[in-house]
């Protein structure tokens, strides 16, 4: 199994940054994908962004391209998701995720954190 564990979550106002990350423990594959994904109240889990294994190839939702930059540091099994530029409407649940990178883009990832809370004030 992999266990994924996010930090980083939090309060910030609208324009404001904050960097998540995600440490992968257990049967951790370097050559997996990792990505996030974000779930808003009332609102069905989205895809936000993924890296593939070697840092190089990286997707992100039209919602966020410009403002988010997703990272990984395979020496530490961490996965980062630097948000910039942040907006009310980035406010959700953010989730961790690990899989095949096609499989993560397609939004059906087998390995998932619990969740860190992003909350941007207006």
């Known amino acids: 199994q992999v266990r994924l564990v996010e930090s980083g979550g939090g309060l910030v106002q609208a324009g404001g940054s904050l960097t998540l990350s995600c440490t992968a423990s257990?049967?951790?594959f370097i050559w997996y994908g990792r990505g996030w994904f974000r779930q808003a109240p009332g609102k069905e889990r989205?895809?936000?962004?993924?890296?593939?294994?070697?840092?190089?190839?990286?997707n992100y939702a039209d919602s966020v391209k410009g403002r988010f930059t997703i990272s990984r540091d395979n020496a530490k099994n961490t996965v980062y998701l630097q948000m910039n530029s942040l907006k009310p409407e980035d406010t959700a649940v953010y989730y961790c995720?690990?899989?095949?990178?096609?499989?993560?883009?397609?939004?059906?990832?087998?390995?998932w954190g619990q969740g860190t809370q992003v909350t941007v004030s207006s």
């Open positions: 989205e895809f936000v962004a993924a890296v593939g294994w070697t840092g190089g190839a990286t």
């Open positions: 995720a690990a899989d095949i990178l096609s499989t993560i883009v397609r939004g059906t990832p087998a390995y």
């Open positions: 257990g049967r951790t």
